[in-house]
């Protein structure tokens, strides 16, 4: 490393989480070291109970560290939330049902303070971006899972977030759909810049978004493994047919497998 | 092969046999009640003629019409004054039972403390409960308004406590990730959340209180459809009995009716099933 190096987006060093309950205490995450370079697109893969939820909820402020610390550009992950510098996608979307699908993205500027009414991008662009222009005044119970999706993208990424944190925002989508969205995913990241987090169970997913992946093991929560993923950053759907991709796959499932 | 226009003329048909199942549904849908209604009076009348019962036991349909009928400016007299304290108990009970479910919501201490109280209170039957408050409140409006308004508060309390309560986990993640302040996350997610919950406890209470304005006025009370009742009663006119009931229910289920008309207005869109 050389001093021009810039500072990492995300920086865990030494992470536990632990949760107290009447019955027992739960490891969620041990001993969790990473970083996570500005721009950087990063796969967390594990099996379920392997706390890469819990992971992506330290960074968003959501959940405490027990020990360790994790640091969010800079600063605390606190910091970084008063800041606005975070945009999350929840799984299944959490769009407000009383409000129209503009009226659900405009709703960071409404609450906590911090971004102006009026910054670029605006709502309607940001609708635009992920493909729904034109249904700007739908409620969503009237939208598909996948549009109610992309409406909670937009919303996340309301303000230019400099990190983006995403909780198997399309484990509930059908194949079909959710191969359109990870592409689209991909186009939304190289136009904004955004460093994204992504938890999936999804090894195709996972290797096919994803410049590094994060491999946790369960019980408790720790890293297998950072996998570089060696394929060119502007892809398409069928480069998960390429020898290449197979072989990254390969060795993502291997690592599941043993852990 | 099949010529061009075939299945256009296909759909056509098919979209004519839907539309006119359509209308067939709607119409029965509009006169199956009808008929019910008309074959209920039918055979109270039949009955009534039949096995000779007396008026002062049962009237016949028609002698409950034609008092309806003449006696029409007496009863709205009475209705009005029940109405009256119906809808002042039903604002007031309501009212305070959303004030006391907002402090719950944000004081767990008090709802841990008071929540007991107020199931004690709602324990006690609504017989019960008009005697003591007509010796607190003497013999006018007032203590018919506070039956209503005491029948209608326990329903929405604990509607409204839940609605407000019953966020979505992910938008209150949502929430506090945008760094919203407790009283935006009240104002642009547990109160729209608690509407439907509350429109469904405003229903029932539509209903009870001008049930809970007419037992208070069983005790102690010359005007309203409560001592109508009574009146009637003790006089034997069973027809004006049965037309002051009429009456009654009637304003009951125009007042439901306004409520749902409401609720149509302001929840539009899909909520979730509320018991």
Redesign the interface.
């Known amino acids: 490393m050389n001093a021009q190096t810039i500072a990492p987006a995300v920086a865990c060093r030494a992470l536990s989480v632990r949760f107290v309950t009447e019955r027992r205490t739960v490891t969620a995450l041990e001993n969790v070291s990473f970083d996570i370079p500005k721009g950087a697109f990063l796969s967390l893969l594990g099996p379920s109970g392997c706390g890469k939820s819990t992971l992506l909820r330290v960074v968003a402020d959501l959940v405490n560290a027990s020990e360790g610390a994790c640091d969010v550009l800079g600063g605390t992950p606190e910091q970084a939330r008063r800041e606005r510098k975070l945009g999350f996608v929840f799984q299944d979307a959490a769009l407000l049902p009383w409000r129209t699908a503009i009226q659900n993205v405009e709703l960071p500027l409404e609450v906590g303070g911090g971004i102006k009414r009026g910054s670029s991008p605006t709502p309607r662009e940001l609708l635009r971006l992920v493909g729904l222009e034109g249904w700007e005044n739908s409620f969503p119970h009237e939208l598909s899972g996948g549009m109610r999706q992309r409406v909670s993208i937009a919303r996340a990424l309301l303000g230019s977030p400099q990190i983006l944190l995403m909780d198997e925002p399309f484990g509930a989508l059908d194949e079909i759909t959710r191969d359109r969205l990870n592409e689209e995913l991909l186009r939304i990241w190289q136009e904004t810049k955004t460093t994204i987090l992504f938890v999936t169970h999804s090894i195709y997913e996972a290797a096919f978004l994803g410049q590094k992946v994060l491999v946790l093991a369960a019980n408790p929560g720790r890293v297998r493994e950072m996998v570089d993923i060696d394929l060119p950053a502007t892809r398409d759907l069928a480069i998960r047919d390429s020898a290449e991709f197979v072989r990254i796959a390969a060795h993502l499932r291997a690592l599941l497998g043993s852990c | 092969m099949a010529d061009g226009t075939a299945p256009n003329a296909g759909v056509a048909a098919a979209e004519a046999a839907f539309r006119a199942a359509q209308q067939r549904k709607l119409w029965r849908r509009r006169l199956l009640p009808l008929a019910g209604v008309a074959a209920f009076l039918l055979s109270w009348a039949f009955l009534v003629e039949v096995l000779q019962v007396p008026p002062f036991v049962a009237p016949s349909p028609t002698a409950v019409i034609a008092t309806l009928i003449a006696k029409f400016d007496m009863l709205m007299r009475n209705l009005a004054v029940t109405a009256m304290e119906a809808l002042a108990g039903f604002a007031l009970g309501n009212l305070a039972a959303i004030a006391i479910a907002t402090v719950f919501v944000h004081k767990k201490s008090a709802e841990e403390a008071f929540f007991p109280v107020v199931v004690l209170i709602n324990t006690v039957p609504v017989v019960a409960k008009a005697p003591i408050l007509v010796l607190l409140l003497g013999n006018g409006m007032e203590p018919k308004i506070a039956i209503a308004a005491l029948i209608c508060f326990f329903p929405t309390l604990v509607n409204m406590v839940r609605g407000l309560e019953s966020v ?1 986990p ?2 209150m ?9 407790p009283r ?2 009240f104002f ?2 547990r109160v ?1 959340n608690s ?1 439907p919950y509350l429109f469904s406890a405003l229903k029932i209470a539509a209903s009870t209180a001008v049930i809970g304005a007419i037992v208070g006025e069983w005790i102690g009370s010359t005007v309203g459809i409560g001592a109508l009742i009574i009146q009637a009663t003790y006089n034997f006119d069973t027809a004006l009995l049965y037309a002051t009931v009429v009456v009654g229910s009637c304003f009951s289920v125009l007042f439901f009716f306004a409520i749902s008309l409401l609720e149509r207005m302001v ?5 979730p099933v509320v018991a």
């Open positions: 979505n992910q938008a993640e949502l929430m506090r990730v945008l760094s919203a302040s935006e996350i642009k997610l729209q509407l929840v539009r869109w899909q909520a």
